[in-house]
């Protein structure tokens, strides 16, 4: 199991390095002069060439990416940033945390109330309970999430002062309304997907065999069919954290959260580049990481994963003694 | 336990009837089935595939699938309770207790996210009595080593087991609280052949152990004729023969009875081609008027078409649902 997280952090060094090649090659080929946005629309075609030598864009496209891959990888220097001269480094640390959470809020919301909403619709399939569920898993993926970030806003921040309206002062109470609007998608696939797979596993034969030794039925639901039902959804969980890591930038717009999706936008409307590739890489370092705890958590709910990950080594293992004896 | 009625059996079914919906149809899955089985004594349930034989064993543990399945009449009685009757609380203590069940796939019958030493302690745990010293651990440990698994593989998972490993566990779980009744769902049938025999001597030896009564739901007649007591032949879901094992053997009175047999291989005779019932059993949705099996009957004549056939018995208990039993008996006696 060691050796199976050691060569799936291995692996991340290609990944990483080839998300900063391709995301500096699509930079670099973008249309747009960074000399012009910096300097602004009077500036004289000298001042131009001046900031273009300065930036380092007239030497070749090779060059240039040796120089960044080099920079980044062997120095560990992401460089600062074209238009603010601040340190990226420090930038992406101030707000990858701003996004994390907003992140895994909305998870937590999505799957805490997407999980028991799939599975009170399968239990009762084809019941009130289960249209109800789907009715709202339907609306959930259909009603835009800056419409129902505006409607939040007016109800709980307006309306009743419950909760901040925007910005981040005010601890974990400033991530609920951006996470609500934001978790509805995510909720209404989970609740969707638990109750799929949930509907599969309360029909398998294991669960007859639960019920014949005369396990109460909440149990055979929450212990033996969940555990069974989850490896779907855990899937499903992964791939939306990575989403939301991303793509959280409407959100964090409206609420006018700091975040990553902020700042890469920002730097992309400002074709500030080292901020951009700077701000990737480190979202596909987060999403590389969070791949691989979803495949840990595999193993976790499922021996049978778990026993694949380990019979690689033990394959080995078996080769050498084949090739020594 | 409550005390031992001579008079009353210990399990005894009268007039079940279970339907499925299933795409706004009604599939009759059992017509008014009744049997009886006394403390020790196993009585086997034979017919086709779909004939109605798990359904019937499911309804007495009332694990039938919820969605769709219903019981619509009759009784299922132990020691005289009606199980039909029971809030669900005291079936779910007669469930893995009083009475277990053995499935027909093990490779299917146990949680593949569970280590088969826990699902075996949970059946102990949930039927602990109070007060008792009974640690659910040790108990499952001591059924893994009965039916025959080092104890120390409580902590394996069911992919770590090959097939007739798994049926072991299966029995193990089914035993672990010595039921009274077993009702055991074709727990040979996905078994390798050299398997088999080592399997059902396993439940026979625990069953003598502990007086365990069996309803052993089959289609192998070989198997029939080692373990049972008494046999009730079903086919669509209706028992059409039930007796003593040497009445159905010796005696078969029903076409369709003496139709089974025909489909066995006789390592005596000098057989070319063996006898296979002719045509299918009858749509459950749209059952034939009167007796089941009179499309597939050479027997059959208007008289079987006209409505239910009554069943006759002999003075010596041996029933059978026909019309033309005397002259079945009398051609096959001859």
Known sequence: MGKYILKRLLWMIPIVLGVSI?????????????????????????????????????????????????????????????????????????????????????????????????????????????????????????????????????????????????????????????ALSGCMGTLATCARQT??????????????????????????????????????????????????????????????????????????????????????????????????????????????????????????????????? | MSEVNRNVPYLSIKDLVVEYMSDGQVVHAVNGVSLKLDRGTTLGLVGETGAGKTTIAKSILRILPDVGAKITGGKVELDGKDLLQLPEREMQQIRGNEISMIFQDPMTALNPVQRVGDQIAEVVALHLEPGSKTNPMERAKEMLEIVGIPGERYYDYPHQFSGGMKQRVVIAIALACNPNLLLADEPTTALDVTIQAQVLDLIGDLRKQFNTAMLLITHDMGVVAQVCDTVAIIYAGSIVEYGTKEQIFDHPSHPYTIGLFGAIPD????????????????????????????????????????????????????????????????????
């Open chain 1, 22 to 178: 391709l995301v500096f090659t699509m930079m670099t080929f973008c249309p747009g002069d960074p000399a012009q946005i910096i300097l602004g629309a009077t500036a004289t075609e000298a001042d131009l060439a001046a900031k273009r030598e300065e930036l380092g864009l007239t030497q070749p496209f090779l060059i240039r990416l040796g120089n960044y891959l080099s920079q980044v990888f062997l120095r560990g220097d992401l460089g600062q940033s074209w238009s603010s001269k601040v340190n990226i480094m420090s930038q992406i640390m101030d707000r990858l945390p701003r996004t994390l959470i907003l992140s895994l809020v909305t998870l937590a919301i999505s799957f805490g109330l997407g999980i028991p909403l799939g599975i009170m619709a399968a239990t009762h399939q084809n019941r009130w309970q289960d249209s109800v569920s789907m009715v709202f898993a339907l609306l959930g993926v259909a009603i835009p999430n800056f419409w129902l970030a505006l409607m939040l806003i007016l109800f709980f921040a307006v309306n009743l002062g419950w909760l901040p309206a925007m910005g981040i002062d005010n601890g974990l109470a400033s991530y609920i309304l951006p």
């Open chain 1, 195 to 325: 109750r799929s797979s949930m509907l599969d596993v309360i029909r398998a034969d294991y669960i007859t065999t639960a019920r014949s030794k005369g396990v109460h039925e909440k149990d055979v639901i929450w212990k033996h069919a969940l555990k069974n039902a989850l490896i779907p959804i855990i899937t499903m969980l992964g791939s939306a954290f990575g989403r939301l890591l991303g793509g959280m930038i409407i959100i964090e717009t409206i609420f006018a959260i700091p975040g990553m999706g902020n700042l890469i936008i920002g730097a992309v409307n400002n074709r500030d580049y080292p901020v951009v590739q700077g701000g990737t890489i480190f979202l596909a370092i987060a999403f590389s990481i969070c791949m691989l705890l979803v495949d840990l958590l595999y193993a976790a709910v499922d021996p049978r994963i778990k026993a694949q990950y380990a019979s690689s080594k033990k394959v080995r293992v078996k080769k050498e003694a084949n090739a020594n004896g």
């Open chain 2, 267 to 334: 390592m005596n005779e000098d057989e070319i081609w063996l006898h296979p019932i002719e045509g299918l059993p009858p749509d459950p949705t749209n059952l034939p008027k009167g007796c089941p099996f009179s499309p597939r009957c050479k027997y059959a004549t208007e008289e079987c078409r006209q409505g239910v056939v009554p069943v006759s018995e002999t003075p010596d208990g041996h029933q059978c649902r026909c019309c033309h039993m005397e002259e079945v008996r009398k051609e096959r006696e001859a």
